[in-house]
């Protein structure tokens, strides 16, 4: 009697970051599930039996995407000493890993366009990722304002947009081949614009 075959064996962890990596590189549309089941490792049947889905699966690799690095990007912020500071290392943290050796260049969440694609599940999965971070600078600079670090009538929610817009320009910037040092001097000609203090 023949033995039926048995699913593969894969370890579902590399699997993700794997699908992760493509879809950071090529974006979804552009990824088949040729590509994925190439760079994962496994065949189409054992990816939907795991995954659900392709839909699923980018949201899944969107959710490591962000679990994996956005702590790099936003822990200065939240932990540096002042606000300034906060938003500098930010930046900087922000050149460093856009341009990271062995990585695919520029931000997953930034660089996704499956809002405009006409994906109605999708889109609201990647512009709420990105609404979370200009709420993480507001909150902090809210908090700056309150503690007198910046000047009274301070348009912080102008002033969060302004620098959340900087560094989802290092992005785009990083993945049309800009260097690490390229977006260090970004970053310090855009700290030049912080409000000066009130006295």
Known sequence: ???????????????????????????????SMTDLCTHMGINSPSLYAAFG??????????????????PQLWAPLLHAPTAREGVEALLMASA???TKPGL??????????????GMETLGPVVMASRAEGLKVLEERLQRALADGEL???????????????????????ARDGASRRDLEAMATAAMAAWPPLAH
Do not use: I
């Not at 889905?53 to 956005?70: D, I, M, Q």
């Not at 695919?104 to 694609?117: D, F, I, N, Q, Y």
């Open 53 to 70: 889905s392709k839909e699923a699966l980018y949201v899944e690799a969107l959710a490591h995407y962000t679990e994996t690095f956005a």
């Open 151 to 173: 000047p009274a009538g301070t348009d912080v929610k102008g002033l969060a947009r302004c620098f959340l817009g900087v560094q989802q320009g290092m992005s785009v910037q």
């Open 96 to 98: 460093k890993l856009l």
């Open 1 to 31: 009697m023949a033995v039926r075959g048995r699913p593969r064996n894969f370890d579902r962890d590399v699997a993700l970051r794997a699908a992760m990596t493509v879809f950071w590189e090529k974006g979804f549309t552009a990824t």
């Open 104 to 117: 695919p260049r520029g931000c997953m969440v930034t660089l996704s366009t499956v809002a405009s694609e």
